[in-house]
Each structure stands twice: as structure tokens, then as C-alpha cells.
């Protein structure tokens, strides 16, 4: 019998909510996690969450404009409707599961502005936006009946006539490994950011969920659209949120010039994060920079209101760039923060084609939502504070589609197999011979290396360099042993097996990179400027195949808005 009906791998703002919405639905649930729950990086976010909630001058119909123009006109456009269509309703929710959200002097829920956007629509907690959902969250899930498996890692699907049942885990406390089964399973895992050195992401933030699909035969789509933030803290990569630029913060260059007027003279700050990474980078090579970065001036906000609300990001600024934002700008640069790729799904949050005409490769039973999946509602480029929104909808929704499917399968029987294939994979790797090349020293090669080739601008030359780079990589990985043998906390043995999975993620992005010839949202190509909507107004697509990755194509869903050049 099936351990569960629905086991969700991922306790970020997604997988939580995807396991309430299961919950709800009547199904017997487990989530998983390879940190205590409130760790996930969903924690991390500072900015908001997006809805055309408070009507007056902001319509659905505006937000859902904004995010298809947001995204270079690369998002399937049923599946941004829907999202957009959804938010009010869930911003209500999470007020009435507890969450605080800042509100304006007559009582209301409060907004600010962010980028991209024609409205303010952005709902927030002060600067700590994720942190205050993410824990009203999880007092639902303790409340209520899911099982939840705290600082397990999942090492492998399990994949059995074409079916997703389950999956291999190891208990980190034990090294213990167990088989999990489920009739759906839900990946919920988040993004990939520290295939990139260096990243706002977490270091836990590694790719697992999209490379777990990948390695059992499922699409990953536009894994080249990374997104690099405007405002990010030099070496360290630490984020200051747009949160700050919505409340009014300038970007100056050396010369004191407010330059985003020249770029995007209606928007300026607040045009698409693309935008403002690209023109940061021209006055940077152009001889307008700071040493490698622009500033962030907030003074003229004044103290108490940064201190209101900004507070993070005054203490982020201060503790790592030791700058105190009341009294002198910041010098900020893009990085790298997001991916709008993943594990394709249709608005559904299957994996599979569902239709039967196998338009794309999947895996039957297995669902994903949030940052790991590619619905996709973000196309090139992502809008601030809808990625949450994101994982709140789509989370959601995978919870109940994939407990009205759990709920048609019959009952099954995993043999042990898997368990067994990943036991004699671990010790194979403990029994290597010790040499001098390390996890870490691939690990920071890889990241250097896409930083270096899949930032803000590209050329064909640099992809190929990557992705050979990273073919090199693969091939020293095979070799890297394990320092740490022991059994308790292994974090050595973890720390290896997310590089395999970040190793196959990168393939993906210089192959889906490689592929696109033309520039579109977050994929600027110095040798291919221009858009192509002849060509390229589609998805790219990469399957494993046996010898490396296997780029495809598919078509964008337009429902009603065609393309159009794309200004700010
Ligand atoms: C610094 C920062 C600030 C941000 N600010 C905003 C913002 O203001 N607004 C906005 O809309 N977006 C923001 N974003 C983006 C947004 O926070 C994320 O895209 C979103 O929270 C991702 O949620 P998720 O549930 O998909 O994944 P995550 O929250 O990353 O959760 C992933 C989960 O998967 C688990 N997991 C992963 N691999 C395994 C494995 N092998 N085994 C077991 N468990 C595993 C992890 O333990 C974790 O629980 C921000 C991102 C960052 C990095």
C-alpha cells in the first residue's frame, strides 16, 4: 500500500501550500524537506506579493497586461490569466490564515509600487514578506494532519512503468535511507540560483526538483531565462529588495545622473528588472560605474520611514557592505536571483500531456509548482513580487488537481530497488580514492563560470565556453569523492549530491541558451540583439537524452494580447 496519497518534496511557500490545499481535499498528505520548513528560501523574500486587489484605479486585467508584457511575451498567456485572475482571492486567504500585511492609514490592506507594474499592487509585510507567510503556513500545517518529514533529502524519483510512485530519501539526523511512496507526488523544490556564483539565493537553493525530473525523463523549459536583480551587494551577491526602489529610491551613476531616465523615461526605476540589470551594465562598461557597481541612493525617503519600511534592508546594507542607507548610497550591481525555467507543467501542474497527443515528454503522477516548475507565467522575464504569487496559486492548485488524481489510482507496490540502486551509488562514492579535486572546487568553477557567460549579456562564443566548461565538470564529478563517511549529518555527502543535480541544471541552461538565437527578456545576445517573434516566439525545451542534453521547441499560448515592441 502506498505510504501516502500525496507526498509534496519542498516546504517552501509552495509546497506548504500545495500540502494544505491536499489536506483540504481529504487526502492522506506528507511534505518533505531537506531544511526545518521555515528555512526554504521563500523565507528570504523581503518585497511582496502581487494582486489588482484594491480595485480603484488597478484591474485584473492590467496586472495580467503587465506580467505578458513583463515577460517579453514569452508566458503562456492562459496560464498568466489564471494566476492573475486567482491573486485577490488569495491575498484574502492568507490574510485569514493570519498573515499581518502592512496596511495604509484608513485601515486597508497597504500596497507599493514595483516594477513593471502600471499600479501599485504589491502587498507586503514590511521587508519581510516570505518570512511572515512562510510561518503563518506552517501553524496551518502543524495543525492539521500532514505528516511532515523535517531534514530528509530526496536522492531519486522512484519511476516505475512510466508512473511517478514515490521517491528515495535519506533521513540527514540517521543517513538512513527509506523509500516513500505516494500516487502523486508534487515538486515543490525551488530554484537553482547557486549555479551561479554569486547569487541572493540560499545555499540550499540547488536544483534538485528540476534536475530529479530531468534524470526520469521529464521536459525542462526556457531554463536559459535567468533572471540577474538590479540592486544586488557586490561579491557577496546579498540582496536589497526592489522593495526599496518601490518606495522611491533613485539609481545614480558616478556622475550623480538619475540614469534610468534615459532607458525607460516613463518607468525609470521601476521599469522590468531585465531592463534595469541591462542599463546598469552599460553605464558600468561604459565609464559611469563605482568601482563594478551603480548607486542606490534612499536618502531623500528619510530615516524613520526606511527604518519603518526597509528595516532589513538598512541592516543587510549595513552589515554587509557597511554603508548605512540613511546617510550614503549603495553601491549595488545585478546578480544573480532567479530562473523563469523549470520543469514544464500545464496550468495544471501536471508534468505529463495530459491531452494524449505527447506535444511534450513528462511523467505520469508527478506534479511541480513554484520556482522549480515552468508553467509558465513568468515567460522571459519575472515581475517583483509575482513569483510568490506564483507559488501561492499554482501551489494551490497542484494540491487539488493532484489529489483528485491520487484519489482515480488504484493501490500499489514499490519493490526495493531503488532503494538498493542509490545504497550502492552512495557507497560507490565513499569508496572512491581521495584526490586533490573537491566539490568545492567544481562547485565554485561552475558558478563562476555561468556567472561569467549566462549573466546579464551573452554571445554565442561565451555559451559554447560554458557549456563545454560544464561538460568538463560533469566529467571530474564522476571522480570526486566524499571527505566524511559517517552516517549522522553527512553534509559532505549532501553537498555532493546537490552539485550533481546543479551540474545538470547548468547543462540545461547553456543548452536552452545555446539554442535561442535572439534576445528576449532576460536572454540578451550581444551577437543577436534583437527579438525575433518570427523565429523565436516559442519555448525552448531539454530533454536528458543518452549522451547529453536534447534541445526542443514549443509554441507560446496567446490568448488575446499579440506582441508588441516592449518599452517602459
Ligand atoms: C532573497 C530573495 C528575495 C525574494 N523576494 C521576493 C519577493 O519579495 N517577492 C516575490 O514574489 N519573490 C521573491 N523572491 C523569489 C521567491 O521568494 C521564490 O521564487 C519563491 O519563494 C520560491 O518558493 P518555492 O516554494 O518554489 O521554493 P523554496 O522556498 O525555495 O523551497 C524549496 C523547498 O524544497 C526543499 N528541497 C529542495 N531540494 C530538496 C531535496 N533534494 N530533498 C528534500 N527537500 C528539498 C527545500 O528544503 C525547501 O523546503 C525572492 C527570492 C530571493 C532569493
Redesign the pocket.
Known sequence: MADHDILV????????RAAIAAYRAGANVAM????H?V????????????AALRGENDSTESHIYDTVKGSDYLGDQDAIELMCNDAPREIIDLEHMGVIFNRDENGRLGTRAFGGASYARTF?VADI??QAI?HVMYEQIMKSGVRSYEE????DLIVEDGVCKGVV?MEMLTGRLRTITAKAVIL????V?RAFEP????L???G??MA?AYRVGATLMDMEMVQYHPTTLKGNGV?L???ARGEGAYLLNSKGERFMEKYAPKMKELASRDVVSRSETTEIEEGRGVDGCVLLDLRHLGKENILRKLRYIHEAALEFAGVDMTEAPVPIRPGQ??IMGGIKTDVDTRTWDESGQNRWRGVKGLFA?????CVSVHGGNRL????????VVF?KRAGEVATAYAKSQPDFHVSDAHLKDREHAIKAVFDRPAKKDSVANVRLEMGKTMDEHLAVYRTEQGMQTAAKKVKELKDRYKTLPVGHKGKVYNTDLIFH??LG?MLDCAEAICSGGLLRKESRGAHARRDMPNRDDANWLKHTTTIMGPDGPVAGTLPVTITKWQPQARVY
Open positions: 518534496v519542498g516546504a517552501g511557500l509552495a509546497g506548504m518533505l524537506s531537506k531544511v520548513p528555512r526554504s528560501h521563500s523565507n528570504a523574500a523581503q518585497g511582496g506579493i502581487n507586503f514578506t516570505g512562510l530528509w533529502f530526496v536522492t530519501a515543490a523544490a525551488g530554484g540560483g547569487s541572493t539565493n540560499a540550499i537553493c540547488t534538485d526538483g530529479l540582496l529588495s526592489e522593495a536571483h532567479y509548482a513554484g520556482e522549480t516548475a517583483g513580487a509575482n513569483s510568490l504569487l506564483e507559488t501551489g549530491m546537490e543535480f
